[in-house]
């Protein structure tokens, strides 16, 4: 079955401090990989997309991902968090092989300390 | 780039009124469009999916009746949420599969609040 894990519910970094985010899939085929972020009453942003290829993928705002198929993860980072990083945080993923539904993960909610 | 607008962005009904909310994809041909929920501090779930010219499929535990999904044209699916109750006050918001873009172009969602 299809499915996407973010182990964390809940994350406080310190302003300018680093950052990780986790991400975890299970997924038959090989699968399109998404970081979103959503601000409070706020629809989606893409942040990075994973398709093929280098699997470091940039994305805005500064951030990165890494995309380890050994592990089925996909893991967000961010060297410098800036306070306005603070929002939701979702995984999802989608098949390549057809457009077919994307699935997300629970979400992380990040929060920053000045 | 491709680009989906979902209207309303907010709206409030009575509790047993109906509402439609529109998706347009504006500058590809969106034959398949996602409509997912979010319930507050939740992450998204996949309602159902909708194709052109054809019936909606829907997931595991939504009402189809209730939530009555039309994919007319290429660029337009509609969402209609029928005898509104406080439950249903939800985020609703669409996804396109996007070939130019290479992924899926979300709306701006719609936050359903009903009294």
């Known amino acids: 079955a299809q499915s996407v894990t973010q182990p964390d519910i809940h994350i406080t970094v310190s302003e300018g401090a680093s950052l990780e985010l986790r991400c975890n899939y299970s997924y038959g085929a090989t699968p399109y990989l998404f970081w979103y972020v959503q601000s409070p009453g706020q629809g989606l942003q893409l942040l990075l997309k994973?398709?093929?290829?280098?699997?470091l993928v940039q994305g805005i705002k500064g951030f990165e991902a890494e995309f380890k198929r050994s592990q089925s993860s996909f893991n967000l980072r961010k060297p410098s968090v800036h306070w306005s990083d603070a929002a939701e945080y979702f995984c999802a993923v989608g098949a390549q092989t057809s457009y077919d539904k994307v699935i997300f993960g629970p979400g992380t909610s990040l929060s920053v300390i000045p | 780039g491709a680009v989906v607008s979902q209207h309303p962005s907010r709206v409030i009904c009575k509790s047993g009124t109906s509402v439609k909310i529109e998706c347009r994809s504006l500058d590809f041909q969106a034959t398949t469009m996602f409509w997912y929920r979010q319930f507050p501090k939740q992450s998204l779930m996949l309602m159902a999916t909708?194709?052109?010219?054809?019936?909606?499929?829907?997931e595991q535990g939504v009402e189809k009746d209730k939530f009555l999904i039309n994919h007319a044209s290429l660029t337009l699916s509609t969402l209609t949420v029928t005898s509104a109750h406080p439950e249903d006050s939800s985020f609703y918001i669409c996804?396109?599969?996007?070939?130019?873009?290479?992924?899926?172009?979300f709306g701006s969602g719609t936050r359903l609040t009903v009294v």
């Open positions: 996804s396109a599969p996007s070939h130019r873009e290479g992924g899926y172009t």
């Open positions: 994973y398709f093929s290829g280098d699997t």
């Open positions: 909708s194709n052109e010219g054809s019936k909606a499929t829907y």
